[in-house]
Nanobody, 121 residues
């Protein structure tokens, strides 16, 4: 089983990026998917989660209203649309999958390798 986050890059403040989470050896449509991030020198933190059916989403306070998590069931992927990016959004972004969308970060079963997002001021 392997998860892969992609779509990171360098963007200016106020710009947008769209991250994608794909899986091999795993039907991502059958799992809740969370996005997390870790900035240099900081602990990994929760960003957003979407439940199995896609009808429930939750965001951290720092990204609510700017980021949107969604599923593409046909492609078996989960996207994180990031708008109005700020320098403080700079981090490595990870996607993770678990059966339960209520799981805490350390309870997630599967993790991807992460993708770097850098927001310049």
């Amino acid at each position: 089983v392997q998860l892969q986050a992609s779509g990171g890059g360098l963007v200016q403040t106020g710009g947008s990026l769209r991250l994608s989470c794909a899986a091999s050896g795993l039907a991502l449509n059958n799992y809740a998917v969370g996005w997390f991030r870790q900035a240099p020198g900081k602990e990994r933190e929760f960003v957003a989660v979407i439940n199995l059916g896609g009808g429930f989403t939750r965001y951290s306070a720092s990204v609510k209203g700017r980021f949107i998590i969604s599923r593409d069931k046909a492609k078996n992927t989960v996207a994180l649309q990031m708008n109005s990016l700020k320098p403080e959004d700079t981090a490595v972004y990870y996607c993770a999958a678990d059966r339960d969308y209520r799981s805490r970060m350390n309870e997630y079963t599967y993790w991807g390798m992460g993708t770097q997002v850098t927001v310049s001021s």
